[in-house]
């Protein structure tokens, strides 16, 4: 039944369904990365609330008027309305008063919420007709849904996304330095506006499928997702369209193959799975990378301190500093020092001279600035460099230095 879904294969309505998802997902994935990086990742949790007004107003006009009150292109104006009057608001109150931006996003979100609540009570109670799912906006809702309500998400979320692809410069500069885009004479204000009605555009195509209550998981989860894979704004961008598009195609997948189970909140747990991994899995910026560098930085730490324990003829009570050194063929099994060994461990003590040296030495300031107790002093300065300090310290090492880390006789 899942393969079928996966493959198009469960009926006309569900391919419609999985493939205006998949365009609404990518949209969202790459409109909420430039708010991602614009860190204003909660604008689109109250443009997204100050949609309700908008459709519980647009299906009383189109019900008292006569028409067919459950309209989708009819309720997605409506909402469009109240989305852009609502970030007109915010965008007023944080401008022309002191309330700082976070205040100003509570007070939109709440009362354009609260007064959408109201109207959807009064709606419930008016014996209308036809205002059955109208609730549906809130969670999202694919069941029942029409050839004409499926090609308005589809075309929405493709033109949403055609206007991001081609205004994706200005915006990912105004998103990184706003007062640099500014020096350059873009128009911040004007990108930022721009901005703000691609995220409204998302949020109001993606009522139907995800709601008005999940669709800031949708803008905001693929984004982040996508950061921990690169460190690149356009591949972040890329990335962010990819995770949002296949989350969305594959909770739509599900749903269909399980009908009882919500659209909207389904392609929210799949996003957040793609997040899950990637926060675990992710090569550069994962916890088990973390947890992998911060075991490799350990391993060095007790080789060195091994290594200097060595050369001052100390005794070595650490146990995992015995083992690295046995298994670096650096000492035997009883304790003492290979001929390797000795080697490495007269070198370790030749270096952390050589760095004091040069820590003392306001004529290697830069290479001062990088001494850790790890980093091998052949990596910051040149052969001459260290022939020099070493005849200010006096002696020489037996033998040449080859790379960093080995001393050959």
């Known amino acids: 039944m899942l393969l079928d879904a996966l493959l198009l294969q469960l009926g006309y309505n569900a391919t419609l369904v999985a493939i205006g998802a998949a365009l609404l997902g990518t949209a969202a994935g790459i409109t909420g990365t430039f708010l991602f990086l614009r860190k204003r990742a909660l604008v689109s949790d109250a443009v997204s609330h100050a949609t309700l007004p908008g459709v519980c107003i647009a299906f009383l006009l189109m019900a008292f008027l006569g028409g067919d009150g459950r309209n989708l292109a009819g309720l997605l104006l409506g909402s469009a309305v ?144 996508a950061r921990f894979w690169t460190e690149r704004s356009d591949q972040v961008v890329l990335l962010a369209g990819l995770f949002g598009g296949v989350a969305a195609y594959i909770g739509a997948a599900l749903s269909a193959a399980a009908p009882n189970l919500p659209t909207g909140p389904i392609i929210v747990l799949v996003s957040f799975a793609f997040f899950a991994l990637s926060l675990f899995l992710a090569p550069n910026r994962g916890v088990l990378a973390a947890v992998l560098r911060h075991l490799r930085f350990q391993r060095r730490v007790h080789l060195r301190q091994g290594l200097l324990a060595l050369a001052q003829g100390q005794a070595i009570y650490e146990g995992l500093t015995l083992r690295l050194l046995r298994r670096a063929g650096l000492v035997r099994a009883d304790g003492v020092a290979t001929t390797r060994g000795r080697a490495r461990a007269a070198k370790a003590l030749r270096d952390e001279k050589r760095w004091e040296v040069v820590r003392a030495d306001m004529a ?35 033998g040449r230095i080859d790379g960093p880390g080995e001393v050959l006789s």
């Open 364 to 398: 290697h300031e830069a290479a001062a600035a990088l001494y850790d107790g790890l980093r091998d002093i052949e990596t910051v300065l040149t052969q001459d460099q260290i022939l020099d300090i070493d005849r200010r310290i006096g002696g020489r090492i037996d």
């Open 82 to 225: 109240s989305a852009g009057l609502g970030l007109w608001c915010m965008n007023w109150l944080t401008r022309n008063t002191r309330l700082a931006e976070d205040a100003a996003i509570g007070a939109v979100l709440s009362v354009f919420f609260g007064f959408g609540m109201v109207l959807l009570t009064v709606i419930q109670t008016l014996g209308v007709g036809r205002q059955a799912g109208l609730e549906g906006f809130l969670l999202g809702s694919t069941a029942g849904m029409l050839y004409s309500d499926a090609l308005v998400i589809a075309a929405g979320g493709a033109v949403t996304l055609l206007l991001v692809l081609l205004t994706r410069r200005p915006m990912t500069l105004v998103a990184f330095d706003p007062e640099y885009a500014a020096a350059r004479g873009l128009p911040v204000e004007r990108i930022d506006l721009l901005m703000m009605g691609l995220v409204m555009a998302v949020t109001v195509v993606g009522l139907k499928i995800v709601g008005l209550i999940l669709i800031v998981a949708l803008l905001i989860i693929p984004a982040v997702t």
